[in-house]
């Protein structure tokens, strides 16, 4: 059974165009996260939700929007996409707000042509 | 703001040797330390969580240490194996809520 499923799991597409990457965890967690890898492998919070609430807002370009319909899942919508988008986009999940252990999904890999 | 560094970036070795991975943060006051594997164009794996109020945690071949004081965690990976190869990760958690900040990361390759 995967834990933490996220599709799609490859993104390609034009500048300007609007996008979602859908994330999924049944692990029963509160909190969900989502994490950016850049093309330097280097890998940063964007957000992060506990029981359908935001409390994690790193400083993202407004055009990324999370959405948490329930407590398994948590989508990010992206608006306008720039070249600079391009990246692997991480989901996680954990039991706890503080100090619980963080479980990953595979990444999207999304491609800004 | 805490920052995360890990020493050294890459890192290759033959089959059978013991390696310490190094990773150092700036703010003493983490709630927590993670350490991670990555396969490439792979997700993370979960390895070790070490609690601030803990000086160790160990899984297999694999030992993480923390020392607080001195803003600095290891990971030992005891007899490395080929299928070791990965990029290593290590992360703390400080501050409100469980904000991960990562290192980033050793790439290690060991060969037969």
């Known amino acids: 059974d995967t834990a933490v499923s996220q599709t799609p799991k490859y993104l390609v597409t034009q500048m300007g165009n609007d996008k979602s990457i859908k994330c999924e965890q049944n692990?029963?967690?509160?909190?969900m996260y989502w994490y950016k890898q850049d093309s330097k492998k280097f890998l940063k919070i964007m957000f992060s939700?506990?029981?359908?609430?935001?409390?994690i807002n790193e400083t993202v370009p407004n055009r990324f929007s999370p959405k948490s319909p329930d407590k398994a899942h948590l989508n990010l919508h992206i608006n306008s996409l720039e070249l600079g988008d391009s990246a692997v986009y991480f989901c996680?999940?954990?039991?706890?707000?503080?100090?619980?252990?963080?479980?990953f999904g595979p990444g999207t890999r999304l491609t800004v042509l | 703001k805490q920052e995360v560094t890990q020493i050294p970036a890459a890192l290759s070795v033959p089959e059978g040797e013991n390696l310490v991975l190094n990773c150092s943060f700036t703010?003493?006051?983490?709630?927590?330390l993670q350490w991670f594997r990555q396969d490439p164009g792979k997700g993370l794996t979960s390895l070790l969580l070490?609690?601030?109020?803990?000086r160790e945690q160990t899984s297999g071949r694999l030992n993480a240490s923390l020392d607080k004081s001195s803003g600095r965690s290891t990971l030992y990976i005891a007899a490395s194996q080929p299928g070791d190869s990965a990029t290593y990760l290590c992360?703390?958690?400080?501050?409100?809520?469980?904000?991960?900040?990562f290192g980033a990361g050793t790439r290690l390759a060991v060969h037969p």
């Open positions: 992360a703390a958690v400080s501050g409100g809520y469980n904000k991960l900040i």
């Open positions: 939700y506990n029981n359908k609430e935001l409390i």
């Open positions: 996680a999940s954990s039991q706890e707000e503080l100090g619980g252990k963080q479980f």
């Open positions: 703010d003493s006051a983490i709630y927590n």
């Open positions: 070490i609690q601030s109020s803990q």
């Open positions: 692990l029963g967690h509160d909190t």
